[in-house]
């Protein structure tokens, strides 16, 4: 089966670094996305990784491997506004997205 | 304004009605998707559509229908409601659904609870 793995939840400090992880093993592969939602709202496009790396954008920055099945997100300078679920999800071989149930990311001041 | 669009924003319905989810997009994305979002679980897909006149099932697609008339509309219906169709519903959309970089943008959402 397809399966994509977050933790469930993450708590960090305002101004700091967090890493979010997420493990995937799918039907193929066509990339790998991180969207972020935040509560009540829907989920809003962060980074696309298809090639092994580091993408970074702004205080944002997304990394692949695929030979280990692994990419995290990574959140530097830390805002309150950052609080808010962190989506992984993998594009099969049928060009379907493949969702992980999310990473809720709580800053605290 | 460029987007998705969604209606009702939230509804009660009872077990047993009929009710049709209402997709609108305005940006001539060729492909157009629904999704339920459940509590501890990720966005699981139930119906999709590549382009105008064609549709596909998704992961979850009992219970529910879809037609895509034109490229704007993507209406979502539930034949029979029950109490576990009770979700949060996203329609989104994307340029097209080959090429793994097609970003897909969603809508609003609608909190959909059946009693």
């Known amino acids: 089966g397809q399966n994509i793995d977050q933790p469930t939840e993450m708590t960090a400090t305002e101004g700091a670094i967090v890493q979010i992880n997420c493990t995937y093993q799918?039907?193929?592969?066509?990339?790998l996305f991180w969207y972020q939602q935040h509560a009540g709202e829907a989920p809003t496009f962060l980074s696309y990784n298809v090639l092994d790396g580091l993408e970074e954008k702004g205080r944002f920055s997304s990394f692949l491997s695929r030979s280990k099945g692994y990419s995290y997100l990574l959140l530097k300078e830390l805002q309150m506004k950052d609080s808010a679920s962190y989506l992984c999800a993998v594009v099969d071989s049928n060009y379907q997205l493949i969702w992980g149930a999310g990473t809720k990311l709580i800053i605290k001041p | 304004i460029a987007g998705i669009t969604q209606a009702p924003t939230s509804q009660i319905l009872a077990a047993g009605r009929r009710m049709t989810l209402r997709c609108t997009q305005d940006?001539?994305?060729?492909?157009m998707y629904w999704y339920r979002q459940d509590l501890g679980l990720g966005l699981r897909l139930i119906h999709y559509?590549?382009?105008?006149?064609?549709?596909g099932k998704g992961e979850v697609p009992d219970g529910y229908s879809v037609s895509r008339a034109n490229t704007d509309d993507f209406p979502l219906t539930l034949a029979s409601a029950v109490p576990s169709q009770t979700s949060v519903y996203f329609c989104?959309?994307?340029?097209?659904?080959?090429?793994?970089?097609?970003?897909?943008?969603f809508g609003p959402g609608t909190r959909l609870t059946v009693l």
């Open positions: 559509s590549n382009t105008a006149g064609t549709t």
């Open positions: 989104a959309s994307s340029d097209s659904i080959a090429g793994g970089s097609n970003e897909q943008f």
């Open positions: 799918t039907s193929g592969f066509n990339g």
């Open positions: 940006m001539r994305h060729n492909a």
